[in-house]
């Protein structure tokens, strides 16, 4: 496994290519599309096979955190080969310079990369938002702190110490322990470090105590379950996130991730704040507490996309609970069209292990069988031994969970059953899906620049990988987000006849498409374009036969061709 991982690979590619993809196509359409829906789901469950051949390609997003073990151009381009769709720079941690110099690393190993555009991986901000956070420790204090059960700590708001935290004395701000009740429990990240309030000592201070052993690390997360961070709706932003947001903007990163979204406001702050930038990009809610939970539709109608921070998420509500959260979210955010990330302890173990645990890759099955766009590493690549090898590994069981989808029926509500503006657009990608599904394509090929095609093909969810054409760079990377889209940037010169240019895009991306293996000639894929130059003009659905690479085939003169013989209508 490691072998392989070491061979590198590309932003979708799977790590083991054992079957050609128009067999994998054929036995997909077998098992998934048409048998399937004569099946039933026990059925489904009968007939999964551990011997299936994984596809040649990955449908969902990884999302890696940096830090000090991947800081490095050479281990970025480790993790980027290895299949990281989007880098998260957690700007709870570290300074601006460090980040700037993380970015320039990350964009460096772009560049290194053979196969990668820069739209192959998008870069991301997480801003701290309303949730509190300890100080940092003096140098000679050995972080992590570890802290035994019965010890105690004394809490307190004295600035003098926000960069001289002890063992004994941390950090954080008065409001949180103004608001804090003898008796309160406390928990610092996810856990399993808790404390109890014993004693307010005064508004500055107080004393807690050790009830769940556990270890403190520098601007960890501090937090009593099922309450509220305070927030000020006056000015939903800090001053740390506004400069936070601005050094995105300056920096040209393509999405924020917010935290401890509350109410709609904070994305709506969020989106103020970015100024010029707001149309390039986009704004992400993090879902980490109970409020949060219950005011999701107010939240996802404001944001770009959804975050679920299961690992806060499980210190404000029991841990048990936690699933049902998670599957709600991710069923929403589908009906939503929006796209869904899934975070926090995926791999865990694998910050050490050169193997995950059985329950954690159960675990990022799951989310997937539930339906996320995207799963999230955070401490296995910040801190972890091997940021590429977790990162390949993750990718493997992406694809094991995807191959065992029941596509049809999991995701057949969202064509049919649920409320979808009636509009051509819509109607379009629905026709797109169903047409893959159907008649077993091996893809569908989406001519799109602002990227709104190939995202409302993506919320039905075909079968089959997206292959998104843009002339945009931003639109490349924003795509990351969205489930099985795999964007081509096509760079070459503009064809002045409208249908001649778009004849060149599609042929530049099925040849891009074919070196990774992802297609090959004779298979069918579902071609989605306009019938006329400009935005808002997608509504052909054909279906074709990819031709040979040597073919220069006008793409259209294909389908009109073939609509001769089949009968098939634009
Ligand atoms: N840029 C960084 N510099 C140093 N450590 C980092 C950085 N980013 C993340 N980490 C470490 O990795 C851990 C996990 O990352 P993440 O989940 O983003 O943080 P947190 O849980 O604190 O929000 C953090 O607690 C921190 O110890
Ligand atoms: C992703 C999470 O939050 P943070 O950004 O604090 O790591 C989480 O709690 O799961």
Redesign the pocket.
Known sequence: MYKDYKRGLDSRSGPSITMESGDVGRQMFQIQSGMNMKQTYLQQICDLDVDRPIRTYRMTNIVC????SC?STQVLKEMVASGMNIC???M???SHE??LQ?LRNLREAIDQSCKVSHGSVATAI?ITGP?V?LGRFSEDVEV?VQLKKGATVVMSSDKAIKKACTKDKVYVIQGFIMRAKVGDKIFI??GPLCFKVMKKVSLEEMIVEVVHQGEM?????VHIPMTTPNIDVDEYLSEKDKKDIKFGVDNQVDMVFV?WVLQPEMVTAVREALGDAKDRVMVVAKIESYNSVKRIDDILEVADGILI?R??LGNDIPPEKVFLAQKMIVGRANMAGKPVIC??QMLESMVTNARPTRAEASDVANAILDGTDCVML??ET??GNEPAKVVHTLAQICQEAENALYYDATFRDLRFATPVPTNVAHATSIAAVEAAIRGSASAIIVVTNSGRSARLIARYRPHCIIIAITKSQHTASHLNLYRGVFSVIHTGGSNTQWYSDVDQRIHYALGVAMDRGYVKPNDKAVLVTGYQAGPGSTNCVRSIVIPRREEKASYLAIVSQQNDEDSCSD
């Open positions: 955190t940096v830090g000090p800081e998260r720079f957690n709870a941690h570290a460090w980040h993380t997480d949730g956070r992590p990240d996810d690390n520098n601007n960890g997360l935290s921070a690992g806060d975070a926090a955070s401490r910040a801190l």
